[in-house]
């Protein structure tokens, strides 16, 4: 897609730290990494985020994050991992062609939870329940 830098790394029109690739999907250095190895994967087909594809597509997508995860882990000895994908503005996606964040982990490291902790009222919970399986 044109204007899409995710498509312009794929088309080698934009230089990308490249770690893992297949058929259909791309793995790369986040040039503002959260930590040591943050990487982006992506479907080289262009998708803006998960309610634009199919629960396959997505899937295959996590299937990358998994290895990609998992090799990230072997080489640097990480601790942990977190993996953050943000859909549109809203869910803070800032590039909108659809990337899981796979981010390599180590107790105090310089992350933090987005969200505060506080408990839902009963009431709250039943109501969200009761629409969502009507
Ligand atoms: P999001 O906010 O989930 O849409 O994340 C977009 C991510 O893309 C950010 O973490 C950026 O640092 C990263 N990013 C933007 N441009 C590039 C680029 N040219 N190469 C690698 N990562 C990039
Ligand atoms: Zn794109």
């Not at 990308?16 to 040039?31: M, N, Q, T, V």
Request: with cysteine.
């Amino acid at each position: 897609m044109r204007d899409c830098i995710f498509c312009k790394i794929i088309a080698g029109e934009i230089p990308s730290k490249k770690i893992y690739e297949d058929e259909h999907h791309l793995a790369f250095l986040d040039i503002f990494p959260a930590s040591k190895g943050h990487s982006l994967v992506i479907p080289k087909e262009h998708h803006a985020d998960i309610h634009s594809m199919s629960a396959a597509q997505y899937g295959a997508i996590a299937a990358v994050a998994k290895t990609v995860a998992d090799l990230l882990q072997g080489k640097l000895k990480s601790e942990g991992t977190t993996i953050f994908q943000m859909n549109r503005e809203a869910g803070w996606q800032t590039v909108f062609h659809i990337h899981m964040h796979v981010i390599p982990r180590w107790e105090g490291d310089a992350l933090h939870k987005p969200w505060d902790i506080a408990p839902a009222s009963e009431e709250e919970l039943s109501s969200i329940h009761a629409l969502l399986t009507e």
